[in-house]
């Protein structure tokens, strides 16, 4: 998996590209000259705790993972927590972002 790692790389993403809302994430899309995608997963402290951030990020990356294949590829995609995600966080599972990830790719 490629991952977004500057700060220039994620505001082309954040300035050039689009974005679309879920109910736990934000995601912001950009084509690359690459043949693959590259993730960048952002949990702000308003999301919540480290604790909470972490997760979040561990959850957005497996479903990244487990999409990817099913994805159109030579994308720059980056994953934003929003806040009810963080206040959700103790009962959030995979299954309830995932399905919220996949409607969204879906458009």
Request: glycine share 6%; proline share 0%.
């Amino acid at each position: 998996m490629l991952k977004l790692k500057t700060k220039s790389e994620f505001l082309k993403v954040y300035n050039q590209g689009e974005k679309i809302f879920g109910y736990f994430q934000l995601i912001y899309f950009k084509k690359n000259n690459f043949k693959k995608n590259r993730l960048g997963v952002v949990a702000s402290k308003k999301t919540g705790n480290a604790v909470c951030r972490n997760k979040l990020k561990r959850l957005f990356r497996e479903i990244f993972r487990g999409q990817d294949k099913n994805l159109k590829q030579g994308y720059d995609i980056v994953f934003i927590a929003k806040k009810n995600a963080g206040d959700n966080f103790k009962n959030l599972k995979l299954s309830m972002v995932e399905k919220d990830s996949i409607k969204i790719f879906k458009r």
